[in-house]
Nanobody
Framework: QVQLGESGGGLAQAGESLKLSCSASASVPGSVPVVNRMAWYRQAPGKQRELVAAMTNNGSRIYGDFVKGRFTVSRDVAQYTIDLQMNGLMPEDTAVYYC???????????????WGRGTQVTVSS
């Protein structure tokens, strides 16, 4: 089991920036999280959860289409952390942001996945 701890959500005005951070830890003391992909998803009221950004252990990144160069995802693989720098925030970015960690096998199948509790981001106009 993997536990995810998120931080950095809050209030911002349109055009401002926020940085989200997430750290993964193993539930069993002394062991390490077995994950090779970490990501941020978000869910706005009445909408489906959607991918914001993901990054694998080998550095491959993907972003949701709505990001349009405003957000940057980064990881410290050795520390099992993922950060999301969000610039140029817009009111439509208001959502609960969830950290996600997974182990993807060589066939591209999700062997295991874990979710954080979420952190609220609210952007006012």
């Amino acid at each position: 089991q993997v536990q995810l701890g998120e931080s950095g959500g809050g209030l911002a005005q349109a055009g401002e920036s926020l940085k989200l951070s997430c750290s993964a830890s193993a539930s069993v003391p002394g062991s390490v999280p077995v994950v090779n992909r970490m990501a941020w998803y978000r869910q706005a009221p009445g909408k489906q959860r959607e991918l914001v950004a993901a990054m694998t252990n080998n550095g491959s990144r993907i972003y949701g289409d709505f990001v349009k160069g405003r957000f940057t995802v980064s990881r410290d693989v050795a520390q099992y952390t993922i950060d999301l720098q969000m610039n140029g925030l817009m009111p439509e970015d208001t959502a609960v942001y969830y950290c996600h960690a997974a182990y993807i096998n060589r066939r591209g199948q999700t062997h295991s996945e874990f979710w954080g509790r979420g952190t609220q981001v609210t952007v006012s106009s």
